[in-house]
Protein backbone atom coordinates (compact mmCIF):
# COMPACT_ATOMS: atom_id res chain seq x y z
CA UNK A 1 0.00 0.00 0.00
CA UNK A 2 3.14 2.48 0.27
CA UNK A 3 2.98 2.51 3.76
CA UNK A 4 6.47 2.65 5.48
CA UNK A 5 5.44 2.00 9.31
CA UNK A 6 1.78 0.42 10.76
CA UNK A 7 1.23 0.15 14.61
CA UNK A 8 -1.43 -0.87 16.24
CA UNK A 9 -2.27 0.97 19.73
CA UNK A 10 -4.93 1.34 22.04
CA UNK A 11 -7.07 4.54 22.70
CA UNK A 12 -5.93 5.30 26.19
CA UNK A 13 -4.69 8.76 25.97
CA UNK A 14 -4.58 9.87 29.22
CA UNK A 15 -1.19 10.25 29.77
CA UNK A 16 -1.49 12.83 26.95
CA UNK A 17 -4.35 14.78 27.67
CA UNK A 18 -3.23 17.59 30.29
CA UNK A 19 -0.31 18.67 27.84
CA UNK A 20 -2.82 19.40 25.50
CA UNK A 21 -5.44 20.84 27.43
CA UNK A 22 -2.55 23.32 28.90
CA UNK A 23 -1.63 23.90 25.31
CA UNK A 24 -5.01 25.32 24.34
CA UNK A 25 -5.27 27.02 27.66
CA UNK A 26 -2.36 29.05 26.73
CA UNK A 27 -3.88 30.31 23.71
CA UNK A 28 -1.15 28.67 21.49
CA UNK A 29 -3.63 27.49 18.82
CA UNK A 30 -4.64 31.13 18.12
CA UNK A 31 -7.32 30.89 15.83
CA UNK A 32 -7.56 27.46 15.10
CA UNK A 33 -11.18 27.11 17.14
CA UNK A 34 -11.70 23.83 15.49
CA UNK A 35 -9.07 22.27 17.97
CA UNK A 36 -11.00 23.58 21.25
CA UNK A 37 -14.43 22.78 19.72
CA UNK A 38 -13.55 18.89 19.09
CA UNK A 39 -11.26 18.30 22.25
CA UNK A 40 -13.53 15.50 23.65
CA UNK A 41 -13.37 13.68 20.49
CA UNK A 42 -9.83 14.30 19.66
CA UNK A 43 -8.70 12.88 23.09
CA UNK A 44 -11.33 10.20 23.15
CA UNK A 45 -11.18 8.08 19.98
CA UNK A 46 -14.44 6.59 20.89
CA UNK A 47 -16.02 9.83 21.18
CA UNK A 48 -15.14 10.33 17.48
CA UNK A 49 -16.23 7.10 16.26
CA UNK A 50 -18.35 5.07 18.78
CA UNK A 51 -17.11 1.15 19.34
CA UNK A 52 -13.30 2.17 18.62
CA UNK A 53 -11.36 0.00 20.61
CA UNK A 54 -8.06 0.42 18.15
CA UNK A 55 -6.11 2.48 16.20
CA UNK A 56 -3.63 1.54 13.25
CA UNK A 57 -1.41 4.33 12.79
CA UNK A 58 0.27 4.67 9.50
CA UNK A 59 2.86 6.56 8.40
CA UNK A 60 3.85 7.65 4.29
CA UNK A 61 7.12 9.07 3.31
CA UNK A 62 6.65 12.36 1.57
CA UNK A 63 9.87 14.43 0.64
CA UNK A 64 10.26 14.37 -3.09
CA UNK A 65 13.90 13.85 -4.21
CA UNK A 66 15.83 16.72 -5.38
CA UNK A 67 13.93 19.91 -4.41
CA UNK A 68 17.29 21.62 -3.00
CA UNK A 69 14.96 23.55 -0.19
CA UNK A 70 17.50 25.55 1.63
CA UNK A 71 18.82 27.12 -2.32
CA UNK A 72 15.19 28.18 -2.56
CA UNK A 73 15.11 29.42 1.23
CA UNK A 74 18.62 31.43 0.24
CA UNK A 75 17.07 32.88 -3.52
CA UNK A 76 14.99 35.82 -2.81
CA UNK A 77 13.49 36.44 -5.75
CA UNK A 78 11.90 32.75 -5.22
CA UNK A 79 9.31 31.71 -2.97
CA UNK A 80 9.51 28.69 -0.31
CA UNK A 81 6.75 26.50 -0.29
CA UNK A 82 6.54 23.82 2.44
CA UNK A 83 7.60 20.85 0.94
CA UNK A 84 4.24 18.36 2.33
CA UNK A 85 2.38 20.47 -0.38
CA UNK A 86 4.06 19.92 -3.53
CA UNK A 87 2.48 17.21 -5.03
CA UNK A 88 -1.22 15.65 -5.04
CA UNK A 89 -3.29 16.66 -2.21
CA UNK A 90 -2.24 13.62 0.70
CA UNK A 91 -5.74 13.83 2.16
CA UNK A 92 -7.00 12.02 -1.25
CA UNK A 93 -3.74 9.62 -1.22
CA UNK A 94 -3.74 8.52 2.18
CA UNK A 95 -7.43 8.47 3.14
CA UNK A 96 -7.79 5.91 -0.64
CA UNK A 97 -4.92 3.76 0.98
CA UNK A 98 -6.19 3.48 4.20
CA UNK A 99 -9.46 2.61 3.38
CA UNK A 100 -8.02 -0.39 1.12
CA UNK A 101 -5.72 -1.93 4.29
CA UNK A 102 -8.86 -1.44 6.22
CA UNK A 103 -11.10 -3.69 3.72
CA UNK A 104 -8.31 -5.95 3.00
CA UNK A 105 -8.20 -6.57 7.29
CA UNK A 106 -11.44 -6.98 7.17
CA UNK A 107 -11.80 -9.38 4.42
CA UNK A 108 -8.91 -11.70 6.41
CA UNK A 109 -10.40 -11.38 10.06
CA UNK A 110 -14.09 -12.04 8.87
CA UNK A 111 -12.93 -15.35 7.12
CA UNK A 112 -11.02 -16.03 10.18
CA UNK A 113 -13.49 -15.35 12.59
CA UNK A 114 -17.05 -14.53 10.67
CA UNK A 115 -17.25 -11.27 12.45
CA UNK A 116 -17.90 -8.07 10.14
CA UNK A 117 -15.93 -5.32 12.46
CA UNK A 118 -15.74 -1.46 11.32
CA UNK A 119 -13.36 0.51 10.21
CA UNK A 120 -12.43 4.34 9.55
CA UNK A 121 -9.87 5.87 7.64
CA UNK A 122 -8.49 9.64 8.84
CA UNK A 123 -5.80 11.80 7.62
CA UNK A 124 -5.76 15.04 9.20
CA UNK A 125 -9.18 15.47 8.33
CA UNK A 126 -10.74 14.69 11.58
CA UNK A 127 -10.15 15.28 15.59
CA UNK A 128 -7.45 12.28 15.57
CA UNK A 129 -4.36 13.00 17.69
CA UNK A 130 -2.45 11.52 15.51
CA UNK A 131 0.75 12.18 16.75
CA UNK A 132 0.08 11.06 19.78
CA UNK A 133 -1.30 7.93 18.59
CA UNK A 134 1.61 6.99 16.16
CA UNK A 135 4.50 7.92 19.50
CA UNK A 136 1.84 5.19 21.61
CA UNK A 137 2.07 2.69 18.76
CA UNK A 138 5.42 2.95 18.62
CA UNK A 139 6.16 4.64 14.91
CA UNK A 140 8.58 7.22 16.71
CA UNK A 141 9.36 9.74 19.08
CA UNK A 142 7.71 12.88 19.00
CA UNK A 143 11.24 15.47 18.76
CA UNK A 144 11.23 18.62 20.32
CA UNK A 145 9.93 20.60 17.47
CA UNK A 146 6.58 18.52 18.01
CA UNK A 147 6.54 15.94 15.12
CA UNK A 148 6.90 12.91 15.19
CA UNK A 149 10.41 11.33 14.14
CA UNK A 150 12.29 7.89 13.31
CA UNK A 151 15.97 7.55 13.59
CA UNK A 152 15.41 5.55 9.83
CA UNK A 153 13.05 8.02 8.16
CA UNK A 154 13.36 10.97 10.00
CA UNK A 155 10.06 13.43 9.77
CA UNK A 156 9.54 14.09 6.31
CA UNK A 157 6.16 11.68 6.09
CA UNK A 158 2.54 11.85 7.00
CA UNK A 159 0.48 10.15 9.40
CA UNK A 160 -2.58 8.50 8.82
CA UNK A 161 -5.24 6.57 10.75
CA UNK A 162 -7.34 4.03 11.02
CA UNK A 163 -10.23 3.47 13.98
CA UNK A 164 -11.50 -0.04 14.16
CA UNK A 165 -13.54 -2.23 17.03
CA UNK A 166 -11.66 -5.31 16.20
CA UNK A 167 -10.07 -6.62 18.71
CA UNK A 168 -6.31 -6.15 17.25
CA UNK A 169 -3.00 -7.23 18.96
CA UNK A 170 -1.20 -3.99 20.58
CA UNK A 171 2.37 -2.81 19.09
CA UNK A 172 4.06 -2.99 22.25
CA UNK A 173 7.28 -1.12 21.08
CA UNK A 174 8.03 2.36 22.68
CA UNK A 175 10.59 4.26 20.56
CA UNK A 176 13.36 6.14 22.72
CA UNK A 177 13.77 10.56 22.55
CA UNK A 178 16.57 10.56 20.48
CA UNK A 179 16.34 14.28 20.25
CA UNK A 180 19.35 14.21 23.24
CA UNK A 181 21.09 17.47 23.95
CA UNK A 182 20.05 18.69 20.21
CA UNK A 183 18.38 21.47 20.44
CA UNK A 184 18.96 22.83 16.74
CA UNK A 185 15.33 23.17 15.75
CA UNK A 186 14.86 25.85 18.45
CA UNK A 187 17.63 27.68 17.65
CA UNK A 188 16.63 27.83 13.60
CA UNK A 189 13.42 28.53 14.48
CA UNK A 190 12.65 31.87 12.10
CA UNK A 191 10.14 32.59 14.43
CA UNK A 192 11.48 31.38 17.59
CA UNK A 193 7.94 29.69 17.72
CA UNK A 194 9.15 26.10 19.90
CA UNK A 195 8.97 28.39 23.25
CA UNK A 196 10.31 24.43 24.99
CA UNK A 197 11.00 21.70 23.76
CA UNK A 198 7.94 20.14 22.16
CA UNK A 199 6.07 23.26 23.23
CA UNK A 200 5.25 25.04 20.04
CA UNK A 201 3.56 28.89 20.00
CA UNK A 202 1.55 27.84 16.52
CA UNK A 203 0.54 31.76 16.40
CA UNK A 204 4.14 32.43 15.86
CA UNK A 205 5.01 29.11 13.57
CA UNK A 206 4.96 30.23 10.09
CA UNK A 207 3.06 27.55 8.73
CA UNK A 208 0.44 28.59 11.17
CA UNK A 209 0.61 32.81 10.27
CA UNK A 210 1.00 31.71 6.57
CA UNK A 211 -2.43 29.16 6.13
CA UNK A 212 -4.38 29.46 8.90
CA UNK A 213 -3.96 32.76 9.75
CA UNK A 214 -7.08 34.50 7.77
CA UNK A 215 -6.16 38.42 8.25
CA UNK A 216 -3.33 40.72 9.14
CA UNK A 217 0.10 39.42 10.08
CA UNK A 218 1.97 40.81 13.21
CA UNK A 219 4.04 43.69 11.44
CA UNK A 220 7.39 42.09 13.77
CA UNK A 221 7.05 38.92 12.39
CA UNK A 222 6.83 39.99 8.80
CA UNK A 223 10.28 40.41 8.57
CA UNK A 224 11.14 36.94 10.32
CA UNK A 225 8.91 34.87 7.45
CA UNK A 226 11.61 35.67 4.63
CA UNK A 227 10.26 34.09 1.25
CA UNK A 228 8.27 31.09 3.09
CA UNK A 229 4.91 31.90 1.13
CA UNK A 230 3.21 28.31 1.80
CA UNK A 231 4.67 26.89 5.43
CA UNK A 232 7.83 26.29 6.53
CA UNK A 233 10.07 23.41 6.64
CA UNK A 234 13.03 24.81 8.86
CA UNK A 235 12.87 22.98 12.25
CA UNK A 236 12.74 20.00 10.30
CA UNK A 237 15.41 20.62 7.02
CA UNK A 238 17.79 21.23 9.82
CA UNK A 239 17.47 18.40 12.53
CA UNK A 240 19.84 15.96 12.22
CA UNK A 241 17.93 12.83 11.78
CA UNK A 242 16.49 13.97 8.46
CA UNK A 243 19.94 14.20 7.04
CA UNK A 244 19.94 10.96 5.87
CA UNK A 245 16.02 10.53 5.27
CA UNK A 246 14.50 8.47 2.43
CA UNK A 247 12.94 10.49 0.14
CA UNK A 248 9.21 9.18 -1.60
CA UNK A 249 8.81 7.11 -4.37
CA UNK A 250 5.31 8.51 -4.74
CA UNK A 251 4.06 9.57 -8.45
CA UNK A 252 1.61 11.29 -6.45
CA UNK A 253 3.82 13.29 -4.09
CA UNK A 254 5.93 14.76 -7.06
CA UNK A 255 6.42 17.85 -7.68
CA UNK A 256 3.38 19.61 -9.60
CA UNK A 257 3.45 22.57 -11.63
CA UNK A 258 7.05 23.74 -10.55
CA UNK A 259 6.18 24.38 -7.39
CA UNK A 260 9.39 23.52 -5.58
CA UNK A 261 11.12 26.67 -6.60
CA UNK A 262 8.71 29.42 -7.89
CA UNK A 263 9.63 32.79 -8.82
CA UNK A 264 7.68 35.17 -7.03
CA UNK A 265 6.54 37.58 -9.25
CA UNK A 266 4.95 34.77 -11.57
CA UNK A 267 3.20 34.00 -8.60
CA UNK A 268 2.26 37.34 -7.18
CA UNK A 269 1.05 38.49 -11.13
CA UNK A 270 -1.80 35.27 -10.67
CA UNK A 271 -5.05 35.91 -11.26
CA UNK A 272 -7.63 34.25 -8.82
CA UNK A 273 -8.99 32.11 -11.29
CA UNK A 274 -5.09 30.90 -13.04
CA UNK A 275 -4.51 30.85 -9.05
CA UNK A 276 -6.85 28.02 -8.50
CA UNK A 277 -5.65 26.53 -11.31
CA UNK A 278 -1.96 26.42 -10.21
CA UNK A 279 -2.96 24.71 -6.78
CA UNK A 280 -5.96 22.38 -7.97
CA UNK A 281 -5.66 19.21 -6.73
CA UNK A 282 -2.84 20.32 -3.96
CA UNK A 283 -3.72 20.23 -0.45
CA UNK A 284 -3.14 23.86 -0.85
CA UNK A 285 -6.76 24.60 -0.78
CA UNK A 286 -6.30 25.81 2.72
CA UNK A 287 -5.14 28.93 1.80
CA UNK A 288 -7.48 31.92 -0.13
CA UNK A 289 -6.26 33.80 -2.63
CA UNK A 290 -6.17 37.15 -0.61
CA UNK A 291 -4.01 35.15 1.67
CA UNK A 292 -1.53 33.74 -0.91
CA UNK A 293 -1.24 37.79 -1.99
CA UNK A 294 -0.47 38.41 1.51
CA UNK A 295 2.50 36.21 1.90
CA UNK A 296 3.88 36.83 -1.36
CA UNK A 297 3.85 40.78 -1.01
CA UNK A 298 5.69 40.07 2.90
CA UNK A 299 7.94 37.90 0.71
CA UNK A 300 8.79 40.73 -1.82
CA UNK A 301 8.94 43.01 0.78
CA UNK A 302 11.39 40.75 2.37
CA UNK A 303 14.05 40.24 -0.68
CA UNK A 304 15.98 42.83 -2.63
CA UNK A 305 13.53 45.01 -4.23
CA UNK A 306 14.26 46.36 -7.85
CA UNK A 307 12.16 48.25 -10.28
CA UNK A 308 10.16 45.07 -11.22
CA UNK A 309 8.69 43.99 -7.97
CA UNK A 310 8.22 47.75 -6.80
CA UNK A 311 6.35 48.09 -10.51
CA UNK A 312 4.39 44.30 -9.51
CA UNK A 313 3.59 45.14 -5.63
CA UNK A 314 2.50 48.59 -6.91
CA UNK A 315 0.46 47.60 -9.63
CA UNK A 316 -1.51 45.59 -7.32
CA UNK A 317 -2.49 47.58 -4.64
CA UNK A 318 -6.17 48.36 -4.47
CA UNK A 319 -6.75 44.99 -6.31
CA UNK A 320 -7.78 42.11 -4.11
CA UNK A 321 -8.97 43.99 -0.50
CA UNK A 322 -7.30 46.23 1.98
CA UNK A 323 -5.90 43.45 4.17
CA UNK A 324 -3.83 42.59 1.28
CA UNK A 325 -3.29 46.63 0.56
CA UNK A 326 -1.86 46.97 4.42
CA UNK A 327 0.67 44.48 3.65
CA UNK A 328 1.73 45.52 0.15
CA UNK A 329 2.29 49.34 1.32
CA UNK A 330 4.41 47.68 4.34
CA UNK A 331 6.60 45.99 1.67
CA UNK A 332 7.31 48.82 -0.45
CA UNK A 333 7.87 51.08 2.60
CA UNK A 334 10.54 48.04 3.47
CA UNK A 335 11.79 48.16 0.37
CA UNK A 336 12.39 51.92 0.51
CA UNK A 337 15.17 51.59 2.94
CA UNK A 338 16.97 49.03 0.14
CA UNK A 339 19.55 50.70 -2.05
CA UNK A 340 17.83 48.86 -4.97
CA UNK A 341 14.04 49.74 -4.00
CA UNK A 342 14.16 51.04 -8.27
S1 LIG B 1 7.59 25.29 10.92
FE1 LIG B 1 9.06 26.99 10.85
S2 LIG B 1 8.18 28.59 12.12
FE2 LIG B 1 7.09 26.67 12.62
S3 LIG B 1 8.20 25.82 14.34
FE3 LIG B 1 9.13 24.92 12.52
S4 LIG B 1 10.82 26.30 12.02
FE4 LIG B 1 9.49 27.39 13.43
S1 LIG C 1 16.52 19.22 15.56
FE1 LIG C 1 17.39 18.13 17.30
S2 LIG C 1 16.04 18.65 19.01
FE2 LIG C 1 14.95 19.16 17.15
S3 LIG C 1 13.72 17.38 16.69
FE3 LIG C 1 15.64 17.15 15.57
S4 LIG C 1 16.97 15.96 16.96
FE4 LIG C 1 15.26 16.73 18.16
Given at each position: MGFQKLAVTDIDLSTHAPHVRQWLDDGFAGEMGYLHRNLEKRLHPDQLEPGTYRVITARMNYLPADTQPIEVLE??????????????????????????????????????????????AFTDSAPVLEKALAEKGGLGWMGKHTLILDKEAGSWFFLGEIYTNAPLAIDQTIVEDACGKCSACMT???????????????????????????????????????????????????????????????????????????????????????????????????????????????????????????????????????????????????????????
Open positions: NSNKGYISRYALGRDYHKVLRRRLAKLASQINALLTEEQSVDYQFRVCPTQAIISPKKLDATRCISYLTIEHKDSIDEALRPLMGNRIYGCDDCQLFCPWNRDAPTTTEPDFAVRNGLDQPELLDLFALSEAQFRLLIQGSAMGRVSYPQWQRNIAIALGNGAGGKDVVNALTHKLGRVNPMVDEHISWALERLKGNATFL
